[in-house]
């Protein structure tokens, strides 16, 4: 037996091991607003530096650990997840190589052992190492938004990111923080709204700086102005009021403070709020959904030219330029994550990941609460957007998710104390 492990197969509570991989979990998730390829790639050394170097060695701390976890985890659906997403992106690269593609699968691996490390953990630990610095970035970002919003200008440092700002899409302004598109502001918001639920003991009441940071994330969701986002957030808060209803006061708490807050910025941001409205309700349902029918259509077309291998990872565009596909009003990959882990990974792989998202939707259930909120809150973003599949930060993003769901779960299969469903 190794000098660092108890009898149980856990890393004990004083291993420098754990302390390293618990820091570097923190470091890598405060870090997500920076983890974006464009900004990576035109930055240079520091950014490579703050963004890649810490993920990469979470990821050589995290793998070794990777058996022991799955062999007292046989059953739960998220780490099934956490291995075969990779795994199946490898088998699709090693059928249609390609540069880009291997790049994709090695920074999925990375983003898995990113989510086997926070699925090792304690409640406490995923409070101190996840959820607070997670609520921490989306608090920043909620800050830096708000001045976007409010200056029409950058307000990020040039050393970060000189080309950020506010950007009109849809005729509406949107702030995106130090990301790259709007839609990963609104995807950080969502999941630390989840992962904050997760990490909430059920014994000890909400404190005011939790609920102003569950509070600020909900903000940041709204600042973005993402339907499918909005959707999440009202997912999110629905479950938690029928969670109080049932006698839980720390979902009460919590749902007031996400629902108000978002409801405070929609009033004070209700111009862009309205032309989203009419943009929805004044278009047929392809152009309300920004191309999404049409999407799903040449997706359909693309699985079937190699269903059992795909396309390769990161392929989708560059096929359908090649072979004259693309719609001009919408030259994008299909905003589907299923329907687009398919077309590039191959027809089964895709099926296997879309039940696996059904089964972890019933493992969360069973879990209590918070994990099912958690798990509603970041489902509309992977119906009907692809950045947890093809953006960097989304790749990590739903690492993070999926250790936490996988953690949440495990923790209701316990005997003892933490046997109390979930966090609310």
């Not at 596909?325 to 589907?336: E, I």
């Amino acid at each position: 037996m190794a000098a660092d492990e108890s009898e149980s197969g856990e890393i004990p509570e004083n291993s420098v091991w754990k302390h390293m991989t618990h820091v570097l979990v923190a470091v890598v998730v405060f870090t997500i607003p920076l983890f974006s390829t464009n900004v990576v790639a035109d930055r240079g050394a520091p950014m490579i530096v703050i963004s890649v170097v810490p993920i990469l060695a979470l990821s050589l701390l995290a793998y070794p650990r990777i058996p022991g976890i799955l062999a007292r985890n046989l059953s739960n659906p998220a780490g099934w997840m956490l291995i075969l997403i990779p795994v199946l992106m490898t088998i699709a690269v090693f059928f249609n190589p390609s540069g880009i593609g291997r790049g994709t699968v090695f920074l999925a691996v990375a983003a898995s052992g990113v989510g086997f490390a926070v699925w090792d953990m304690t409640r406490s630990e995923m409070k101190r190492f996840v959820a607070i610095p997670l609520l921490a970035a989306t608090t920043l970002q909620a800050s830096l938004a708000a001045a976007q919003l409010l200056t029409g200008q950058s307000v990020v440092p040039t050393f970060v990111a000189h080309d950020i700002m506010v950007r009109v899409i849809d005729g509406v302004p949107r702030p995106q923080g130090t990301m790259v598109h709007v839609y990963r502001l609104a995807a950080l918001g969502v999941l630390g709204l989840g992962v904050g639920a997760i990490a909430l003991r059920r014994n000890f009441g909400a404190s005011p700086i939790f609920l102003a940071a569950m509070a600020g994330a909900s903000a940041l969701v709204a600042m973005t102005f993402s339907r499918a986002a909005f959707v999440g957030v009202l997912t999110f808060t629905m479950i938690l009021a029928v969670a109080r209803y049932r006698g839980s006061r720390n979902a009460g708490r919590v749902a007031c403070a996400v629902a108000l807050a978002f409801a405070v910025t929609v009033v004070l941001t209700l111009p862009s709020w309205t032309a989203r409205a009419d943009h929805t309700t004044e278009h047929d349902l392809d152009d309300a959904s920004l191309g999404r029918m049409t999407l799903m259509a040449q997706a359909v077309e693309l699985a079937r030219l190699d269903p059992m291998t795909g396309l390769g990872p990161n392929r989708y565009l560059e096929v359908l330029e090649e072979r004259d596909m693309v719609d001009d009003r919408y030259p994008f990959m299909v905003h589907n994550y299923a329907l687009a882990f398919a077309v590039e990974n191959g027809v089964i792989a895709g099926i296997a990941i879309a039940g696996l998202l059904a089964w972890l939707g019933v493992a969360a259930y069973r879990a209590g609460p918070a994990s099912i909120a958690a798990f509603g809150g970041v489902l509309p973003l992977l119906m009907f957007d692809v950045l947890h599949y093809d953006a960097p930060s989304g790749q990590v993003m739903l690492g993070v998710w999926l250790g936490a769901l996988a953690a949440t779960i495990k923790w209701g299969t316990l005997v003892g104390e933490e046997r109390i469903t979930d966090g609310i």
